[in-house]
């Protein structure tokens, strides 16, 4: 199968084909990913709150992510692999950004993504001309929740409906291979989709664009809740879990397990 690459997002966009991402954490989720035929895993900071119990992305740090993108990395042997910026590892400065970005590269994925519109465009223009592909970000985007007085959906109104097109403008400009959008009306998604020419993602975004993303711990159900509305669980892993514990537990008080088919003679 050929191999995703920004130039195959973009055929894709044209062929009007609907491109599938999904976040993933570890090697093992990775590997089940890319072989179902996932197109890109974004190893996302939402690590942070899926796995390591923080109630933001804020306290994610490059020590948190490097170990797990490498982990991603090696699961996936088609699918573009994206590593996610976390918070503070490129708004310091632009050399910040290169340093971390670099870091992320050397592990081998094929891209950073990095939150914002007009306000990262240098960065991004930077990350770019040296050579990384690089994922936008904008819409609800969770490094900046203080800032907009929570998680709320964003382009409601038409001054912010405006500024993430022009924010969707400024990244494509600034050289981005693709743009995921989060939690928008459909009509701020699909205004973005006709005025840009890179393949376009949503998030809680509606479907007027070139594909979608979802955490994959939403996914499977192994969030805790209460989940947003754009969320579909298409598992229920988390009841699947608790019956296997309390069943185990079960059988160890009761004498049942181990059997004989489980011990050594
Ligand atoms: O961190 C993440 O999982 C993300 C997705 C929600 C797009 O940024």
Known sequence: MERVTPQYLKK?????????????????IARLEDEAGIDVILVGDSYGT?????????PVTMADMLPIVGAVRRGAKRAMVIADMP???????????????????????????????????????????????VMGHTGMTPQSYKKFGGYRVRGKKKDEFQELITDAMALEEAGVFSIIVEC??????????????????????GKHCDGQILVVTDLIGLSPGPMPKFVKEYAHLQNDITDAINRYMDEVRNGTYPNASHTYF
């Open 12 to 28: 894709k966009k044209e062929k009007g084909e609907r491109a599938v991402l999904l976040t993933a954490y570890d090697y093992f």
């Open 50 to 58: 899926t796995v390591l119990g923080y109630s933001s992305t804020l």
């Open 87 to 133: 918070y503070m590892s490129y708004q310091p400065s632009t050399e910040h950004a290169i340093r971390n970005a670099g870091r992320f590269m050397r592990l081998g994925v094929d891209g950073v993504k990095l939150e914002g519109g007009i306000v990262v465009k240098d960065t991004v223009k930077r990350l770019v001309d040296i050579g990384i592909p």
């Open 184 to 205: 928008v009306p459909e009509d701020v998604t699909r205004r973005i989709t006709e005025e840009i020419k890179v393949p376009v993602y949503g998030i809680g975004a």
